[in-house]
Structure formats: structure tokens, C-alpha cells
């Protein structure tokens, strides 16, 4: 009886910890295809050197991969679109959720997509320069 008892106190608590609801976590897979395609989908694109990348501010010290942080770009040659010697993107903070997997000094090339007054981009639109 005791086991039977016990059994039945693990069982409600495993379910009880299933029902609990989960945060969805971020991902990020992605192909980028043909780049001529991409160009000509994108709203700008350069190459340039990452300058410097804010770090997410988050609540109690507490954010997400996928809090979208400033990635400030030197442009060494704007490609599409009207872009000035230096850019700031949009973009989450961690490759993990398909933010940009750049190091300050390193030179890539990136697709924009154009948000409001700013520039949005991600891991998915990043070519090597």
C-alpha cells in the first residue's frame, strides 16, 4: 500500500511538472540561398567592421538570446541602399536566436531589411565579406 501510495505522489507530481507552462525557446536555422537573390530582396546591404555591439539590458540582469541589441558597422563599401559610413542594425543578441555571430574588428558583409527609421538584419543575412 505504501508503494502504491508513493507511486501515486510521484506520478502527480511529474504531471503537475508537464502542465507547468514552458517560455518557448528561440532557435535559429536558416539557408541563405543564392546571394544575388538575397540582394535583390534586401532593402540595403554593405560590408563593413563591426565597431561595437550593446550588451541587452534585460530586467534584474535577466534577458533573452534573442533581445534585440545595437551592432554599430564602419562601412567599408555600401552595396543597396542609402547607407552611410557608419550603421547601426537591429539584431538579436546571440547567434542562438539568429542574431549576428560578428567580433568587434571582424569584417562581414550583411543584408538589411529596412525597420521604420533603422536597419534589421540576423545570422541569416550575414555573408563573409
Do not use: N, Y
Not at 511529474?14 to 540561398?33: D, I, K, R, Y
Request: proline share 5%; charged share 20%.
Amino acid at each position: 500500500m505504501l508503494k502504491l501510495r508513493r507511486l501515486l505522489v510521484v506520478s502527480a507530481l511529474v504531471g503537475g511538472v508537464t502542465v507547468l507552462p514552458l517560455e518557448m525557446a528561440a532557435a535559429c536555422s536558416c539557408s541563405l540561398g543564392d546571394p544575388r537573390d538575397a540582394l535583390e530582396e534586401a532593402d540595403g546591404a554593405f560590408v563593413g567592421r563591426l565597431v561595437h555591439r550593446t550588451e541587452p539590458t534585460g530586467q534584474e540582469g535577466l534577458f533573452s538570446s534573442g533581445e534585440p541589441v545595437t551592432w554599430s558597422f564602419e562601412v567599408e563599401a555600401a552595396v543597396k541602399g542609402s547607407i552611410g559610413p557608419t550603421v547601426d542594425v537591429s539584431s538579436p543578441w546571440t547567434g542562438a536566436s539568429c542574431g549576428l555571430e560578428v567580433r568587434e574588428g571582424e569584417r562581414v558583409g550583411l543584408f538589411l531589411e529596412r525597420d521604420g527609421d533603422g536597419w534589421r538584419s540576423g545570422l541569416c543575412s550575414q555573408v563573409s565579406a
